[in-house]
Structure formats: structure tokens, C-alpha cells
């Protein structure tokens, strides 16, 4: 169990367990005690899993340990040096750039994102800031299913953020059974819903993996069958999303015309995007006036903030201003700069990293006037000025 061997390592030392253990130990404890709680769900049939949590209990109370305190960070896992369990006779057709003959042109790789107040990257590059309140599917095609939830970011804001994250990987040929991978607030675990960390008892299992790159922050998912990487991050309160995944894989549907919504390839319907430029555009028209009680940030202090982690003023940065305007969350900014992070990680187009302006599905036939965008934004804005009172 991970959690074991992580603590075993932080108490592992020349001192001796005893009645004036030093506070490291408890802080150690601390830290098993969270990382346990994480893996409650995938470990609930694990009998190793109830014996460390009983425990942890009995070392906390014989050691004098507040369940309350610091707790040691998490450290970067380093990457790993080879699967031992990766199968060499296994089918070609459980790796998606290999079955491509050395001739044929290599596949071209697309990305969909989805962080913040939920801002959305599509497959086709067009950025959109959104309401999407509820349950909403990011991907939907022949080999997986994601779905993310959106909850208010306060009681009765209008500003949302993903609370909820659900990908359903389809069997696959002798690659992989059906696999779920969920992940909610403060519960972002290493492993599919059944405690299993790749695609099961097939010959080519070991094409799907969950790989745990930060402790209860940042998984990769690597699904080598249809050449996609899939990475999960929870930022403060909340999660985010970001995918590689290769043009062919992303357009195998049965029937496209009719498939519905589906985020990441055709974007937000028109009537839940957001100008998120006339909303930057109204705070700043309105800097000079009082603030309103409780408000975490001026346009100009959230500039300032958001300029620390993101210094090109792209739409990265621009949803940062927004979503520090809108939520008063500062861990918004963190969201925005890994979900650039991912961008340089997992997007085929170096040249397209950066991108300047926001896309609407359907174009208006004339420019809105500058009065009305001002006025549409303040009114938007006055949703969120209860949330600070």
C-alpha cells in the first residue's frame, strides 16, 4: 500500500520510537492519516487498508498526536524507469503509434482542456469561458466517455467550477476491459473505481495506466491502445482536465451529426458562454468607485497576481483576471497556469500554445455596441458581488 511505504520512509531515521517522540512523527502520522482517507473509496474492500487505519489511530493516541496540524507536502514522484510488468508479446494493436507502418505519415494529435470558472480548450483550439452548471460531457466518442460536474463556487453564485470528474474507458479488442475513473473534491485517487491501476486481465493490459505524479494532485492517465494521455489535477478546491488524443481516435463516432454535446469538440452552446473581455472590461470601468465589502480583488490587484504566474497576456492569463474577479479564489491562479502547463505538455503544435482571444460558436451578425457589452457585463458582475458581503 502506498500510504505504507510513504510514512515508513518519513519515520525511517536513527531515533527511536518513544513517550518524547519528536513532532516530525506526528506530522508523519498526519500525513498517513490523509492519505488513507484519499483511497477510502478504491480501498474499502482491502482488509490491509482498515488494519493501517485502525492503526494509525492507536499510534496517535499512544504517541499524544493531534488529529489537527501541519501535514508534510507531498513530493513529486519521479518518473518511473520502466514497467516490469509491461508485457513485450503484447498485440500491436494495444499500441496506436506502433500499428501505424514506418511509412505512413505519423498521427496528428489534437487537445481539449477544461480548468477555472470553467474555461474550455477545444480539440479545434477554440476557447470559450462557460456556465455548464451540472453535469456536462467533455468527450464522448467510440473508446471513452469523460463527464465533469460543475458546481457554484459559492451558494448561489453564478460562477462555477468542476467538482466532479468521471472517464469511462470502453473495452478495447484484447487490449483492455471496461475501466471507470472518478475523481471529486479532495479525492483525486491513483486508480479506477475497482482498486485496479491499469486495464485488467487482458493480454494487453498494461496499455491503460494510472500513474500518481503528485499525491492527491496530479494523475496521468496513458491509454497507449488509442494514443491518448489524459492528466487530472485538484487546485485548491477543485479539478482539472486536460488530454492528448490523436484526430482519428476524437472523431470515431457512429453518427456525428447527431451526437449531441460534446465539449471538447464542439464547445459550449451559445447561451452558456461568457464574454469574459466585457467583464475584465466593466471592472476596470468601475476600479475608481468603492469596493464592494469583502472583495478579495481590484482588476489591478488581480492583474498583479495573475502576472507572477503568467506573464504572456493570452487567454490563460485574461481567465486568471476573470476568475480571480469573479471567485475571489486565489488558487484560481494555479489552475490557469497548470492548465498551460499541460497545453505545453500535451499540444502537438508548439506555435499554438498561446492563444489571444475567446471563440463563439455562432458569430453575431453585427458588433454589439460598447454601451450595451459594459452594461451586460456590470450585470453579470452584480452575481458575484453577494458572495463577498
Same mark, same amino acid.
Request: hydrophobic content about 35%; some cysteine.
Given at each position: ?156 453564485? *453564478? =460562477?462555477?467550477?468542476?467538482? %466532479? #470528474? ?5 473495452? /478495447?479488442?484484447? &487490449? +483492455? ?125 488581480? *492583474? =498583479?497576481?495573475?502576472?507572477? %504566474? #503568467? ?5 490563460? /492569463?485574461?481567465? &486568471? +483576471? ?68
Amino acid at each position: 500500500m502506498k500510504c505504507n511505504s510513504e510514512f515508513l520512509a518519513a519515520t525511517s531515521g536513527p531515533h527511536h520510537l518513544g513517550a518524547e517522540e519528536p513532532p516530525e512523527f506526528c506530522t508523519a502520522l498526519r500525513t498517513y492519516a490523509h492519505c488513507t482517507h484519499r483511497t477510502a473509496r478504491t480501498c474499502r474492500g482491502d482488509l490491509a487498508y482498515h488494519s493501517a487505519v485502525h492503526g494509525i489511530d492507536d499510534l496517535m493516541a499512544q504517541h499524544n498526536c493531534s488529529k489537527e496540524g501541519p501535514t508534510a507536502q507531498p513530493r513529486p514522484r519521479p518518473p518511473p524507469r520502466g514497467d516490469s510488468q509491461e508485457r513485450s508479446d503484447s498485440p500491436e494493436i494495444c499500441h496506436y503509434e506502433k500499428s501505424f507502418h514506418k511509412h505512413s505519415p505519423p498521427p496528428n494529435y489534437t487537445h481539449c482542456g477544461l480548468f477555472g470558472d470553467p474555461h474550455l480548450r477545444t480539440f479545434s483550439d477554440t476557447f470559450q469561458t462557460c456556465k455548464v452548471q451540472g453535469a456536462w460531457p467533455l468527450i464522448d466518442n467510440n473508446y471513452l466517455n469523460v463527464q465533469v460536474t460543475n458546481t457554484p463556487v459559492w451558494p448561489g453564485s *453564478t =460562477a462555477t467550477a468542476t467538482s %466532479k #470528474l468521471t472517464i469511462i474507458f470502453k473495452s /478495447f479488442q484484447e &487490449c +483492455v476491459d471496461q475501466k471507470v475513473y472518478q475523481a471529486e473534491m479532495d479525492e483525486l485517487p491513483a486508480a479506477f473505481i475497482d482498486g485496479s491501476q491499469n486495464g485488467g486481465d487482458k493480454h494487453g493490459a498494461n496499455s491503460l495506466k494510472i500513474t500518481e505524479k503528485v499525491s492527491g494532485q496530479h494523475v496521468e492517465i496513458q491509454a497507449k491502445y488509442i494514443g491518448t494521455t489524459i492528466v487530472v489535477r485538484q487546485v485548491g478546491r477543485y479539478l482539472t482536465f486536460a488530454v492528448r488524443m490523436p484526430e482519428e481516435v476524437v472523431n470515431a463516432v457512429e453518427d456525428r451529426d447527431n451526437q449531441g454535446l460534446y465539449l471538447c469538440l464542439r464547445g459550449c452552446p451559445l447561451n452558456q458562454q461568457i464574454d469574459f473581455e466585457a467583464v475584465r472590461s466593466a471592472s476596470q470601468a468601475t476600479e475608481s468607485q468603492p469596493r464592494q465589502k469583502g472583495q478579495a480583488f481590484t482588476h489591478d490587484a488581480a *492583474t =498583479a497576481k495573475c502576472r507572477e %504566474k #503568467l506573464p504572456v497576456e493570452d487567454v490563460y /492569463f485574461k481567465s &486568471c +483576471v476573470f476568475d480571480l474577479l469573479t471567485t475571489g479564489d486565489v488558487n484560481f491562479t494555479l489552475a490557469a497556469y497548470y492548465a498551460f502547463e499541460d497545453v505545453k505538455m500535451l499540444h502537438s503544435n508548439k506555435d499554438k500554445l498561446h492563444l489571444y482571444g475567446q471563440s463563439r460558436n455562432a458569430a453575431p451578425s453585427r458588433r454589439p455596441a460598447p454601451l450595451f457589452l459594459l452594461l451586460a457585463a456590470l450585470g453579470y458582475l452584480s452575481h458575484f458581488s453577494a458572495i463577498f458581503l
